[in-house]
């Protein structure tokens, strides 16, 4: 006889385990929600860092052809420059790979970079918040458990 086995988790109810196995079950729900908590401000950062692409995007403009500008070669340093094309710009995206693009192609790009991390954020609040019902509840668990080990009679 073949054994089949189930690809999905086996669910167990919180109630039936015992005071050591919660306390387990708390502390791993405590690193994802960590984990959880740790990628939601990341992508809000990505998020932030895109939508401040679209202003500077916005601040290219053909009235400041031929202006001195600063051009960013790290995180903190700029150098001068002359800006000689307002209409396109060159983007980055992703792993080493610069593009360039119009002004308006290079917006949409970025307005499609925010969109898709607002969605990834929507779908991680959801989760964030569902781990912490659930964390919840396996606090009220583990204090009603507590309660009632103490309220028993010890035997000797």
């Given at each position: 006889?073949?054994?089949?086995?189930?690809?999905?988790?086996?669910?167990?109810?919180?109630?039936?385990?015992d005071i050591q196995q919660l306390s387990d079950v708390r502390r791993?729900?405590?690193?994802?929600?960590?984990?959880?908590?740790?990628?939601?401000?990341?992508?809000?950062?990505?998020?932030?860092?895109?939508?401040?692409?679209?202003?500077?995007?916005?601040?290219?403009?053909?009235?400041?052809?031929?202006?001195?500008?600063?051009?960013?070669?790290?995180?903190?340093?700029?150098?001068?420059?002359?800006?000689?094309?307002?209409?396109?710009?060159?983007?980055?995206?992703?792993?080493?790979?610069?593009?360039?693009?119009?002004?308006?192609?290079?917006?949409?790009?970025?307005?499609?970079?925010?969109?898709?991390i607002r969605t990834n954020l929507d779908t991680l609040q959801e989760?964030?918040?569902?781990?912490?019902?659930?964390?919840?509840?396996?606090?009220?668990?583990?204090?009603?458990?507590?309660?009632?080990?103490?309220?028993?009679?010890?035997k000797v």
């Open positions: 006889m073949a054994s089949t086995t189930s690809t999905q988790p086996q669910q167990i109810n919180v109630a039936d385990l791993q729900l405590e690193e994802e929600l960590n984990h959880l908590t740790n990628s939601f401000a990341q992508l809000k950062q990505a998020q932030a860092k895109f939508k401040s692409c679209i202003e500077n995007v916005g601040e290219v403009k053909p009235q400041n052809k031929g202006t001195t500008i600063l051009v960013p070669l790290t995180n903190s340093l700029y150098v001068p420059g002359h800006l000689s094309d307002a209409e396109n710009v060159i983007v980055d995206v992703g792993t080493g790979y610069y593009v360039k693009k119009s002004r308006a192609q290079a917006t949409k790009y970025y307005e499609t970079k925010v969109e898709y989760t964030i918040q569902k781990k912490q019902e659930n964390m919840t509840y396996l606090v009220n668990v583990m204090q009603a458990k507590l309660q009632q080990s103490q309220a028993q009679p010890t």
